[in-house]
Nanobody
Framework: QVQLVESGGGSVQAGGSLRLSCTASGFTSNSRCMAWFRQAPGKEREGVATLFTGVISTYYADSVKGRFTISQDNAKSTVYLEMNSLKPEDTGMYSC?????????????????????WGKGTQVTVSS
């Protein structure tokens, strides 16, 4: 059974940094899409970054380009989201998600409905 468990959220001042982790278990696919989404109160869920494991490719929302970096450690079955220069508008519940068998085109679409596996989320709060 696939499970995704996030960690690393917290509170930080604007300009600060956080690193989120998503540890996956139960995967056997080498062509999965791993993603980070976020949702702020009263707003729709937003795709932040995705990583396609088949041929390592990463994609970012315009709002986080140059500040966030998604990466993976295969040995630890973990995907990370390094977040720098954080802004108050980055505040939200950050969730890890996965598509077991995917491709590069699908992975860069940031469509929540495509993702069949979700973690419970970790809260990130950025104060001004």
């Amino acid at each position: 059974q696939v499970q995704l468990v996030e960690s690393g959220g917290g509170s930080v001042q604007a300009g600060g940094s956080l690193r989120l982790s998503c540890t996956a278990s139960g995967f056997t696919s080498n062509s999965r899409c791993m993603a980070w989404f976020r949702q702020a109160p009263g707003k729709e869920r937003e795709g932040v970054a995705t990583l396609f494991t088949g041929v390592i490719s990463t994609y970012y929302a315009d709002s986080v380009k140059g500040r966030f970096t998604i990466s993976q450690d295969n040995a630890k079955s973990t995907v990370y989201l390094e977040m720098n220069s954080l802004k108050p508008e980055d505040t939200g519940m950050y969730s890890c998600a996965a598509i077991r068998f995917s491709n590069k085109w699908e992975c860069r679409q940031f469509r929540p409905a495509d993702f069949g596996y979700w973690g419970k989320g970790t809260q990130v709060t950025v104060s001004s």
